[in-house]
Nanobody, 117 residues
Framework: QVQLVESGGGLVQPGGSLRLSCAAS????????MDWYRQTPGKQRELVAS???????NYADSVKGRFTISRDNAKNTVYLQMNSLKLEDTAVYYC???????????WGQGTQVTVSS
């Protein structure tokens, strides 16, 4: 079993930065691919960024060049560095873990990010 706990959300002005963290408990963290999703009221949950167990990353077009996903396997933690934040980045951000060729997947509880002037 894997438990995920997000932190680092908060209120930030447009153009500002935040770094989200997702701390994982459980074994074999390095074998999981990790994702960040976000969701706003009335919209479907959106995949923002992913990093595979091998370190390959990808991003939603809306955040390319502004957000960076990374992982520290020694700390069992994945990060989302968010720069040049926009009003439309406001959402609850969720951490997600998954394994290739497996139905195993886990969700964190979410952390609120609010971008407001």
């Amino acid at each position: 079993q894997v438990q995920l706990v997000e932190s680092g959300g908060g209120l930030v002005q447009p153009g500002g930065s935040l770094r989200l963290s997702c701390a994982a408990s459980g074994s074999f963290f390095s074998m999981y691919s990790m994702d960040w999703y976000r969701q706003t009221p009335g919209k479907q949950r959106e995949l923002v960024a992913s990093i595979t167990s091998g370190g390959r990353t990808n991003y939603a077009d809306s955040v390319k060049g502004r957000f960076t996903i990374s992982r520290d396997n020694a700390k069992n933690t994945v990060y989302l560095q968010m720069n040049s934040l926009k009003l439309e980045d406001t959402a609850v951000y969720y951490c997600h873990a998954r394994r290739d060729y497996s139905y195993d997947n886990y969700w964190g509880q979410g952390t609120q990010v609010t971008v407001s002037s």
